[in-house]
């Protein structure tokens, strides 16, 4: 079936003009105009249209979002799998939070805003201002970066994410049997080959993503980082001797990578 665009906002419930600027700004265009003008909208622009404001609930920015439904690699499916756990997490937090809630109203009944239990307001407080998916690298990273990092990251499965968190902690182990060893040496090398494998699946190979990350591990190194966020960094509390081997096995591998690729070219 075929909609005009007031058809379909009264369907979706979203109204004409933010149709018609999602349509402007390239976001969610109809599927078809017919000869006399009319833009009709099908079954699947109200999957785009689903895709657009659940990324959007999720904290994504409009041109984030065109970025990550035009990229080539975007996969319906896992999409939605990112999507549905994320909401469960928001339901089971607002459900604690109005657990909590409910308990200070019940004490609220006998005490007064001076006597009642200030761990349970700081509880609240907490849940209330926890930051939404995707919102922190807002401080990192440009709005071009960002769409990148954000395409690379609904790519990943929560499983395949808790996999390289693992790989980086066996990386961390790996290296401290060799702390003692030059970074050029054939061990420390392979390891930096894994490093740079890893790094990569979060830069994505692109340099100003990469700066944020080493901003982001300074921050973490200084204690700077937020506990939601600090638990997914993978340098944060690295010893200095361990990251001292690391940094320039990395950039070691990287140069004779690079010489490698010239003499090739």
């Given amino acids: 079936m075929a909609y005009r665009t007031a058809e379909f906002a009264k369907l979706t419930g979203v109204t004409v003009?933010?149709?018609?600027?999602?349509d402007r700004c390239g976001l969610l265009a109809p599927s078809q105009v017919t000869e006399a003008g009319h833009r009709l909208y099908?079954?699947?622009?109200?999957?785009?249209?689903?895709?657009?404001?659940?990324?959007?609930?999720?904290?994504?920015?409009?041109?984030?979002?065109?970025?990550?439904?035009?990229?080539?690699?975007?996969?319906?499916?896992?999409?939605?799998?990112?999507?549905?756990?994320?909401?469960?997490?928001?339901?089971?937090?607002?459900?604690t939070v109005a657990d909590l809630i409910g308990r200070v109203q019940e004490q609220a009944r006998q005490m007064t805003a001076e006597t009642v239990d200030t761990e349970m307001i700081r509880a609240i407080i907490q849940q209330i201002v926890q930051t939404d998916p995707g919102r922190w690298i807002e401080e990192y990273f440009s709005e071009a970066a960002r769409a990148g990092l954000q395409t690379r990251w609904l790519a990943y499965s929560p499983q395949q994410i808790a996999e390289v968190e693992q790989a980086w902690a066996k990386l961390f182990e790996a290296f401290d049997q060799h702390l003692d060893d030059p970074p050029d040496s054939p061990p420390v090398q392979k390891l930096a080959a894994e490093m740079n494998r890893l790094v990569e699946m979060f830069t994505?190979?692109?340099?100003?993503?990469?700066?944020?990350?080493?901003?982001?591990?300074?921050?973490?190194?200084?204690?700077?980082?937020?506990?939601?966020?600090?638990?997914?960094?993978?340098?944060?509390?690295?010893?200095?001797?361990?990251?001292?081997?690391?940094?320039?096995?990395?950039?070691?591998?990287?140069?004779?990578?690079?010489?490698?690729?010239?003499?090739?070219?």
């Fill in 17 to 22: 003009r933010t149709l018609q600027y999602y």
């Fill in 42 to 95: 099908e079954r699947s622009d109200l999957v785009r249209l689903q895709q657009v404001l659940t990324l959007k609930w999720m904290g994504f920015s409009l041109k984030a979002i065109k970025a990550i439904l035009d990229d080539p690699t975007y996969d319906l499916q896992t999409s939605l799998a990112i999507q549905e756990a994320a909401i469960r997490n928001e339901v089971e937090r607002l459900r």
């Fill in 204 to 265: 994505g190979g692109d340099p100003e993503v990469e700066a944020g990350m080493l901003q982001m591990e300074a921050d973490a190194q200084h204690g700077k980082l937020p506990a939601k966020l600090a638990q997914h960094m993978p340098y944060e509390g690295v010893p200095q001797k361990r990251r001292a081997l690391m940094q320039s096995a990395l950039n070691i591998y990287r140069q004779r990578q690079k010489s490698a690729g010239k003499q090739t070219g």
